[in-house]
């Protein structure tokens, strides 16, 4: 039954598991994908909320020179000709920026060829080239066109690309979808071509963006500062054979021609200048550019300056903020929604570039950990329904999914509980786990799983718990609803701690009470001690008169099992403290008892033992005999708690603080076993007397061990002057009286033989 159980349970998570990653990966009706990107664009959006609300632009290197209509009147009469921005003009501006100290300079304007017409009237291509030669920072933009054999860049024409400090590519995934990725690199014939924004990073950091790309083919992907292992990496396809397109068509995004990643928005669209809209980057209208160069250099200096174009009639993109309105209420500009839901091509190269200089990157899960994450909330799915069933399951099912979905939400960056109303700020982690396969891979094991409990196992759950839940842990309970086969007749070896407990002075107690009063204390008693075992997840054995037995590590493992049975013997000692406190303020006449404690480890048998109609969960064997006569042998050394040396052995060092008490061979046993007494847990001071005491028998306990009896016999005759109370120091005075009056032999193994059970 526990296999079939397992097998259910596997069956269900790997189905639900399996179900899910299909409809993610390949399931384009199931809306898996499309949803899975509307939770990321909504934390997009979420994330963006304090740049957006605080109405001002974001501290950043990139400033943004964006033209547009006034750009175009005030430079010549209201003629957009040439690229399509006049080259006299694109000359000043890169003069006056050059001037003012900016880092790199980008021109998000194609110079795929000069106009010798135009030049010879306003000297535009030559102006625009020594302006750049004079800069020496200015990076341009290119095309990337397919033809026959490929994708190819169009680079500028030698006459501007000769003074250029790089090249790059202006490359996007997708121009008719939301924009989510940005390029990294593309493909042109056989190599890598970097990115604008790459281009742009690389120059202003001062790297050879030639190396890096050739480094980026040897290892399979890219490696610059902060970039996740599972960000950059070169996709299969980057060089498989082109499609069959038109050569010189333009390519609109590929799988196979780009090395992509996952932009990490910065913030909203950026200001216009036909609008006064709360943006990302600082954005300076090109007719302004350089006088605000020549009287503020400021805005300029050592600035990432971009220059691209500002027309809302052209060159706009779907982003996560399409169709969002602005936060600032003031905005009453006519078309301002419209402006805002679009961003232009230049503020996603800057927004890329933005997260190439934080080192801030959408960090998506590992395909592995994200496997991982899907199978772990269908097996806490299906776990749940299998604890809870129909009833309770579903009320503990959907909090569960409430709490994973909103910690996914919230180590996604996005802990909000509304808009503008910020609880947590996790932004600074930017790690995206996938919410909705998960999701969907747990509701269909939570309901896979329902249907199990409620047809196969629902009847018998219930009939095991009612039996059991009398006399084990509510843990036990479960392990043995979970497998029923433990209840079959017969058992099985393994390792236990068996403890036994006797109250002593319970006899003289019973003829001072009435039979009512004596079973109402012991009732008492054996409550507050079951309580202890029960805590430290033991399995109650049986009640023998007021002693007790129980064991641990059966059913359950418990690789603990010597740590809880020794924890239980001493919180079971101030247990018995708190009785004694509670029946003298009821009985003034009341005389304290004591529990002596034996615990043992070992292999035994643990199983049902009885008949088919009657049996006892319990353990037999020699480890179990040992613990039964270490209990009563607490008498010799007038102490409460005794182990063997085995229990020591299998407990976690230092948890305990224990002395040596004898080696002896109990009755029924030739071989000895050297016994501990369990003083406290570790870190416990004792009473200033007993902790005397203690130094002065450790010490005694050495010469005794070399037979020097009399200074054996000193050291604990100064134990004793300590704490006249310990049992232990007087039984070794008397001991070593008798062996300085009549020595052992020399070669004597120092073993004790009981003759008592």
Aim: hydrophobic letters at 45%; a negative charge; one cysteine or more.
């Amino acid at each position: 039954m526990k296999y079939q159980r397992l097998l259910a349970l596997a069956l269900i998570v790997v189905s639900s598991a399996g179900l899910a990653t299909l409809a993610d990966k390949y399931g384009g009706n199931t809306g898996v994908e499309a949803l899975e990107n509307r939770f990321l664009d909504r934390w997009q959006q979420t994330t963006a909320e304090s740049f957006s609300a605080a109405g001002s632009t974001r501290e950043s290197p990139i400033t943004l020179v964006l033209f547009d209509e006034a750009s175009v009147t005030d430079s010549i009469d209201g003629w957009p000709y040439m690229s399509p921005f006049p080259r006299r003009y694109l000359a000043d501006l890169v003069d006056a920026i050059a001037l003012a100290g900016a880092r790199t300079i980008g021109i998000d304007v194609f110079l795929d060829r000069p106009y010798p017409e135009l030049n010879s009237w306003d000297g535009g291509d030559d102006l625009l080239r020594e302006a750049m030669e004079r800069a020496g920072n200015v990076v341009l933009v290119a095309p990337v066109i397919q033809t026959d054999s490929g994708p190819v860049l169009q680079k500028p024409h030698p006459f501007f690309s000769s003074v250029a400090a790089d090249i790059g590519a202006a490359e996007f995934p997708s121009a008719f979808e939301t924009f989510r990725d940005g390029a990294l690199a593309v493909r042109s014939g056989s190599r890598l071509e970097p990115s604008f924004s790459l281009a742009m990073y690389a120059h202003a950091r001062g790297l050879d963006v030639d190396s890096l790309l050739d480094q980026t083919l040897g290892l399979g992907r890219m490696r610059l500062e902060g970039m996740p292992d599972n960000v950059g990496v070169v996709p299969e396809l980057l060089f498989a054979a082109p499609e069959a397109v038109q050569p010189g068509e333009a390519v609109e995004g590929s799988a196979g021609s780009l090395l992509a990643f996952r932009l990490r928005y910065v913030g909203p669209p950026s200001s216009t200048v036909s609008t006064d809209l709360p943006g990302t980057f600082q954005a300076i209208a090109s007719a302004e550019a350089a006088l605000i160069a020549m009287l503020q250099p400021e805005f300029f200096e050592d600035k990432i300056v971009i220059l691209g174009s500002g027309f809302h009639d052209s060159e706009k993109f779907r982003t996560p903020f399409f169709g969002q309105r602005p936060a600032s209420d003031s905005l009453d500009t006519f078309g301002a929604d419209e402006a805002y839901s679009w961003m232009f091509g230049v503020e996603l190269h800057a927004n890329a570039l933005q997260n190439m200089l934080d080192s801030d990157y959408v960090r998506p899960l590992s395909d592995g950990y994200e496997l991982l994450m899907l199978f772990a909330v269908a097996l806490v799915a299906s776990g749940a329904a299998f604890w809870g069933g129909i009833g309770g399951g579903g009320v503990t099912v959907a909090a569960l999914f409430g709490v994973v979905v909103y910690a996914m939400w919230a180590w996604s960056g996005g802990a909000y509980v509304a808009p503008g109303l910020q609880v947590a700020d996790f932004s600074q982690r930017f790690l995206w786990v996938p919410i909705v396969p998960p999701i969907v891979g747990g509701v269909l094991s939570y309901f896979g799983t329902v249907g199990y409990v409620a047809v196969v196992e629902g009847r018998e759950k219930r009939f095991i718990k009612s039996a059991f839940g009398m006399y084990v842990s509510p843990e036990v309970v479960a392990d043995i609803a979970d497998s029923p086969e433990l209840l079959q007749l017969g058992g099985q070896k393994r390792p236990l701690s068996v403890l036994f407990s006797d109250l002593a002075g319970f006899t003289a107690l019973s003829e001072r009470l009435d039979p009512q009063e004596l079973i109402a204390k012991l009732n008492e008693y054996l409550t507050e001690m079951t309580a202890v075992v029960m805590d430290e997840r033991g399995t109650l054995d049986k009640y023998i008169g007021d002693a007790i037995m129980a064991f641990w590590n059966a059913p359950k493992d418990l690789p603990d099992h010597a740590d809880r049975a020794l924890r239980t013997m001493v919180l079971s000692q101030r247990k018995m403290d708190e009785l004694n406190h509670r029946w003298r303020a009821e009985d003034p006449d009341h005389e304290d008892l004591v529990v002596r404690i034996g615990v043992n480890t070992g292999d035994a048998v643990v199983g049902n033992v009885g008949g088919e109609n009657r049996f006892d969960y319990s353990a037999i064997g020699d480890a179990v005999n040992l613990a039964a006569r270490l209990e009563p042998a607490n008498k010799s050394y007038d102490t409460l708690n005794m182990c063997s040396e085995f229990t020591l052995a299998a407990v976690s060092e230092g948890a305990f603080r224990v002395r040596e008490l004898d080696l002896i061979a109990v009755k029924g046993k030739e071989k000895p076993v050297l016994v501990y007494e369990v003083l406290e847990l570790a870190g416990v001071e004792l009473s200033g007397a007993k902790e005397d005491a203690l130094v002065a028998y450790e010490d005694g306990m050495a010469a005794y061990k070399k037979h020097d009896w009399a200074g054996a016999r000193d050291r604990f005759a100064a134990a004793l002057e300590a704490c006249p109370s310990d049992g232990p120091s007087q039984v070794y005075v008397g001991r070593c009286e008798a062996h300085l009056v009549e020595p052992p032999p020399p070669d004597w193994d120092f073993v004790v033989r009981r003759t008592e059970k």
